[in-house]
C-alpha cells in the first residue's frame, strides 16, 4: 500500500538525514591513527570526483535510479544535489587543514557541525529552502555546533580561548545554517556553506589569539 504524500515525505526527510549524519565518520579513522590527514584529504578529494561523475550522469546523461528519486528533493531535480555539496564542503576544509591556513583540530569540527548539526536543526525546522530558520533552531544549532567543537579546541588553545575558537566557529555555522545566502538569484546550500563559513572563523580566532 502507498504512503500517503505526508508519510512519505517524513520517510524520505528521516533517510536524508541518516545519510547526511554518515558524514561523522569521515575523520574517524584519523583520529583513530589508522590514516593521515593528508589521506583523509585525498580520500575526501576523491569522493567529489565520484560525485561529481554521478552528478554529471543523473543531470547530463540522464541517469535516474531509485536512489536519487527517493533521496532528492523537488527543487534538486535540475540541480546539483545537497549530497555533491556536502563533499565539495568537507573535502575543501579537509585540504585548507592540510596548509598553515588550519589544522584537523579545527577542520574536523566543522564538519561535524554539518554531519550533526544540520540534520538536528533540519528535523526541528519547518523552513522552505528560500526562508530563515526559527529562533530556537538557530539557538539549537549553535548549541550543537558548540558542543562538538569544545572537546577539540578547548585542549587545543586552553580553556578561555579555546571557549573563543569555539564560538567563532559555532556563530559563522548558525547563520549559514539559519539564513540560506543567494547569490545572482541562487540559493547557496547550508551543505556548501556551514563548513567554511565555521572553518575561516575559527581560523581567524587562532590566529588573533592563539
Known amino acids: 500500500m502507498a504512503l500517503p504524500a505526508a508519510a512519505w515525505r517524513e520517510r524520505v526527510e528521516f533517510e536524508r538525514r541518516l545519510v547526511h549524519a554518515s558524514g561523522t565518520l569521515y575523520p574517524v579513522p584519523y583520529l583513530l591513527g589508522w590514516i593521515t590527514w593528508m589521506e583523509t584529504a585525498a580520500l575526501l578529494v576523491a569522493s567529489v570526483v565520484v560525485v561529481a561523475v554521478l552528478e554529471f550522469l543523473r543531470l547530463v546523461i ?5 536512489v536519487y528519486r527517493a533521496l532528492t528533493r523537488e527543487y534538486e531535480a535540475d540541480a546539483v544535489a545537497g549530497y555533491a555539496l556536502y563533499q565539495v564542503s568537507t573535502a575543501a576544509v579537509a585540504l585548507v587543514a592540510t596548509t598553515p591556513l588550519a589544522t584537523p583540530t579545527l577542520a574536523v569540527p566543522t564538519m561535524w557541525m554539518l554531519s550533526v548539526g544540520d540534520p538536528v536543526s533540519g528535523a526541528i525546522g519547518e523552513n522552505g529552502p528560500e526562508e530563515a530558520k526559527r529562533p530556537l533552531v538557530w539557538g539549537v544549532m549553535f548549541v550543537v555546533s558548540l558542543a562538538v567543537t569544545l ?14 575558537v569555539a564560538v567563532a566557529g559555532a556563530v559563522p555555522a548558525t547563520v549559514a545554517d539559519g539564513i540560506p545566502p543567494i547569490v545572482s538569484g541562487v540559493v547557496l546550500d547550508d551543505n556548501l556553506t556551514i563548513p567554511p563559513a565555521a572553518l575561516a572563523g575559527m581560523a581567524v580566532a587562532a590566529a588573533a589569539l592563539g
Open 62 to 66: 540522464g541517469l535516474d535510479h531509485a
Open 151 to 164: 572537546p577539540f579546541t578547548v585542549p587545543a588553545f586552553g580553556p578561555t580561548v579555546g571557549v573563543v
